[in-house]
């Protein structure tokens, strides 16, 4: 059975960093392109970042040379390292593969100051 669970989210200071992490079970997140995605209050869930089985990266033009997307092959687990983070950044985030075909997890609330 494949779990997604993200953890890390919460609030930051203006111009802050945070760090999100999402640890899979039942899938090998090293066989797989895994993404983030977002969704902000009363808007459709958005693409972030995806990172392929080769470790390429891209990134969504608004979240570009500010977020960065990692795997630990060893924990099973991808990240999404958030510097600078903006109002326009509060969504809560998800993680998922690059096709969005997997369970969904509860997600990651990041709030950012107004």
């Known amino acids: 059975q494949v779990q997604l669970v993200e953890s890390g989210g919460g609030l930051v200071q203006p111009g802050g960093s945070l760090r999100l992490s999402c640890a899979a079970s039942g899938i090998p997140v090293s066989l797989n392109d895994m993404a983030w995605y977002r969704q902000a209050p009363g808007k459709p869930r958005e693409f972030v970042a995806v990172?392929?089985?080769?470790?390429?990266?891209n990134y969504a033009d608004s979240v570009k040379r500010r977020f960065t997307v990692s795997r630990d092959n060893a924990k099973n687990t991808v990240y999404l390292r958030m510097n600078n983070l903006k109002p326009e950044d509060t969504a809560v985030y998800y993680c998922?593969?690059?096709?969005?075909?997997?369970?969904w997890g509860q997600g990651s609330q990041v709030t950012p100051p107004a």
């Open positions: 998922n593969n690059a096709r969005a075909t997997l369970p």
């Open positions: 990172m392929s089985i080769g470790r390429s990266t």
